[in-house]
């Protein structure tokens, strides 16, 4: 399928590694910041606001 040999594919590799780290970091903040007695009924509205755009 993909033919990436050499340095190209230590390049793909990183950003793959990288962007998961990140993915991981940035999803974390978002579920402290909806943490709390009225977290679950905000997230519920900002689901369905992102569902609909």
Request: aromatic fraction near 6%.
């Amino acid at each position: 399928m993909l033919d990436i040999k050499g340095a190209d594919a230590n390049k793909v590799i990183l950003v793959i590694g990288i962007m998961t780290l990140h993915s991981f970091g940035e999803e974390s903040g978002v579920g402290v910041s909806f943490a709390g007695s009225k977290g679950c009924m905000i997230w519920i509205v900002v689901a369905e606001v992102l569902r609909i755009l």
